[in-house]
């Protein structure tokens, strides 16, 4: 049994866990290696099969757009949780440093902690990476992976060619960790999202300035220190790519022509170093998750969910 604190809107619930309980909207706190805690939520319908949402670096779970996790959750058990040094989430790297794979395996402690068995994984940017790696580590824990905007592990046969992240994000993320007030960090925050949203879909720079206020107000530093702090994790282990062909469980690569971290063909390539992976793209999505992409990538994710889990339904029927 996994000891996590439990809230609702009315407060504190219970101070642990029981596998196999109803799973009603509430928040955790769940306690990880190295002495930190996460902040989870989940929310949705608690009968149906858990889809894990891992954000990318120096996010915090509340960046997964609402309207996205409402829809899931018509149908599915969703789970999102802040990373270490993000939200509510221990904030703590310079006295307890970690390495990035230590977020894969806080995943699989979120798992335990809310008694989940198995799960659909979804993850974007760095939390593709993560992923890749519950792929290749705990590939029992695993449903299903969707991975969009990011690439893989490196490793991977034929890799070395692919293009980068564009000159102007670049230019933007050298300026990452320099001193600003909260007005200039939340402008800076703005400008980046509008970078990384790509040039085909058109960017309402007030829904990301509402996003980045949002955060906030949900308990993220309003400096960058959650960023330097996933900027200076430790990259050992992540050389696995190649073990990627041997993958079995189903992998969906949802491609983002627009987008400037990851630019084509970094997802197909991808999609071409997993054994066992398929690919659809979101026309103009980038690096950001806009409203004007909600529906299609919604449209790419429960299609892919609905078909595993009904070749999981035929499996127990046949007695699998």
Known sequence: MSEVAVW???GLMSAEHHPGSPAA????LVRVDGGYELWVRESGDPTGSPVL???GAASAGVVWPEALVARLGRRHRVVVW????????TRAFDERPYALRDLAGDAVAVLDALGIDRAHAVGMSMG???VQLLLLDHP??????TLFCTGALPGAPGGGELPGPSEELLALWATLGEPRDAAAELEWRVEHWRVLNGGQVSFDAAEFRELEQRVISHGGPPDASSATAHARAGTEGLERGAELAAVTT???VVEAPADPAYPPPNAEFLQRAIGSAHRVQVPGMGHALPSAVLAPLGDALEAHLDAVDASEAADRQRGR
Do not use: C, K, N, Q
């Not at 909207?25 to 955790?28: L, N």
């Not at 802040?82 to 989430?89: F, K, V």
């Not at 029992?140 to 992976?145: E, G, P």
């Open 8 to 10: 609702s809107e009315d």
């Open 25 to 28: 909207s509430a928040e955790h």
């Open 53 to 55: 949402l891992v954000m």
């Open 82 to 89: 802040d990373h270490r040094d993000t939200g509510r989430s």
């Open 128 to 130: 593709g990476y993560l």
């Open 140 to 145: 029992a824990r695993l449903l299903s992976a």
């Open 250 to 252: 189903p992998v969906l």
